[in-house]
T-cell receptor, first 113, second 115 residues
């Protein structure tokens, strides 16, 4: 099964500033990677996913992530955040060998005016 | 299409009592998951169903937790008796049959507080 590590538990950021959330995964032959967002008192919503192909993946709400196989990373970025981006963000990895989706511990993003 | 439905949204019980959560997945989704999300942690898989069969329940505390998915559609997760450490959000998710990419669709969760 995949092991996913999110390197930052909390990220405070000012409105309109850029943000980067870091995620590393354990190496595997077949891996699919995801970023989910969880707004307060809501379920998880898919932001973006990497299945294959281009290593730069664009998602909803202006987010993008880059798959880096040599560094086993899948960092999430947004060039300019809004107050509404305040949420918890989860990186997840799916191992198609055992059909398991494993989540990181999450990164709480707090956007201040 | 309608999303994953869960109920109740919130439940408060005392330790040693029992509780049940219900989930209705997206229509046509063959795979259903129950995750436990403790405050400050990522979701942890409790059990995974493919249609009405169990694929993985290795992390389900079987002495107190049980789950079923009758007729391959709705599912119920039960805890009996509850412990303080069971306080968490229980997330239900589903995924399409035959799409082996791990993309899951989540419900809003059922928040359990055990006093």
């Amino acid at each position: 099964a995949q092991s996913v590590t999110q390197l930052d538990s909390q990220v405070p950021v000012f409105e309109e500033a850029p943000v980067e959330l870091r995620c590393n995964y354990s190496s595997s032959v077949s891996v699919y990677l995801f970023w989910y967002v969880q707004y307060p008192n809501q379920g998880l919503q898919l932001l973006l996913k990497y299945l294959s192909g281009s290593t730069l993946v664009k998602g909803i709400n202006g987010f993008e992530a880059e798959f880096n196989k040599s560094q086993t990373s899948f960092h999430l970025r947004k060039p300019s955040v809004h107050i509404s981006d305040t949420a918890e963000y989860f990186c997840a990895g799916y191992d198609s060998n055992d059909y398991k989706l494993s989540f990181g511990a999450g990164t709480t993003v707090t956007v201040r005016a | 299409e309608a999303g994953v439905a869960q109920s109740p949204r919130y439940k408060i019980i005392e330790k040693r009592q029992s509780v049940a959560f219900w989930c209705n997945p997206i229509s046509g989704h063959a795979t259903l998951y129950w995750y436990q999300q403790i405050l400050g942690q990522g979701p942890k898989l409790l059990i995974q169903f493919q249609n009405n069969g169990v694929v993985d329940d290795s992390q389900l505390p079987k002495d107190r937790f049980s789950a079923e998915r009758l007729k391959g559609v709705d599912s119920t997760l039960k805890i009996q008796p509850a412990k303080l450490e069971d306080s968490a959000v229980y997330l239900c998710a589903s995924s399409r049959q035959g799409v082996d990419t791990g993309e899951l669709f989540f419900g809003e969760g059922s928040r359990l507080t055990v006093l």
